[in-house]
Antibody, heavy 124, light 111 residues
Framework: EVQLVQSGAEVKEPGESLKISCKGS????????IAWVRQKPGKGLEWMGI????????RYSPSFQGLVTISADKSIGAAYLQWSGLQASDTAMYYC?????????????????WGQGTLVTVSS | QSMLTQPPSLSGAPGQWVTISCTGS?????????VHWYQQLPGAGPKLLIY???YRPSGVPARFSGSKSGASASLAITGLQADDEADYYC???????????FGGGTKLTVL
């Protein structure tokens, strides 16, 4: 069974750094793109970026480029999302999701498995 | 502002049929990229409902169906049930940004 298990909820103060994780199991982690998706309270889904764990090829949405860093450790089957200086506006639920593709190595496809979400609260 | 446009809300009575539209442009759906749909129940994470425009993953009832034409796509739900009350999102790929994009979401209320 494919599973993505995310790290637990975080409460941080503005300016602090944070790294959350997403650990995959039940499939070949290195050969599947993993994306991060933000959902602010009461709002819709926002695609942040995506990484291919085998070679760490990473793409970012222009809206998130330079604001977050996505990385992966293929030796332990984990992907990460990190901030170097959180802001109150980063308060949201963050999901990781596995991308399924057909006949392409590009990150074009659908998200068939999702993590349970990591709630990040930034408040002074 | 999402690159894929969905109606913010829809409602229907139990047993009725509803459709949720997803309108894109020449850089995403109109460019031939497939559309995928997700259901997000209250308090839960998103769940894949339809992929590659028309296909249902195992376990998704046949009451849910998808279609695509030109730069738009639709999700149809027949025989509406109370537990269909959820937010629904479309998703595709945009070649101008080289990223995946989600629609703004549609809140479906079952009256």
């Amino acid at each position: 069974e494919v599973q993505l298990v995310q790290s637990g909820a975080e409460v941080k103060e503005p300016g602090e750094s944070l790294k959350i994780s997403c650990k995959g199991s039940g499939y070949k982690f290195v050969n599947n793109w993993i994306a991060w998706v933000r959902q602010k309270p009461g709002k819709g889904l926002e695609w942040m970026g995506i990484i291919y764990p085998d070679d760490s090829d990473t793409r970012y949405s222009p809206s998130f480029q330079g604001l977050v860093t996505i990385s992966a450790d293929k030796s332990i089957g984990a992907a990460y999302l990190q901030w170097s200086g959180l802001q109150a506006s980063d308060t949201a639920m963050y999901y990781c999701a596995r991308l399924r593709t057909t006949g392409t190595t590009r990150p074009v496809g659908w998200f068939d498995s999702w993590g349970q979400g990591t709630l990040v609260t930034v408040s002074s | 502002q999402s690159m894929l446009t969905q109606p913010p809300s829809l409602s229907g009575a139990p047993g009725q049929w509803v459709t949720i539209s997803c309108t894109g442009s020449s850089s995403n759906i109109g460019a031939g990229y497939d559309v995928h749909w997700y259901q997000q129940l209250p308090g839960a994470g998103p769940k894949l409902l339809i992929y590659d425009n028309i296909y249902r993953p195992s376990g998704v009832p046949a009451r849910f169906s998808g279609s695509k034409s030109g730069a738009s796509a639709s999700l149809a739900i027949t025989g509406l049930q109370a537990d269909d009350e959820a937010d629904y999102y479309c998703q595709s790929y945009d070649s101008s940004l080289s990223v995946s994009v989600f629609g703004g979401g549609t809140k479906l209320t079952v009256l």
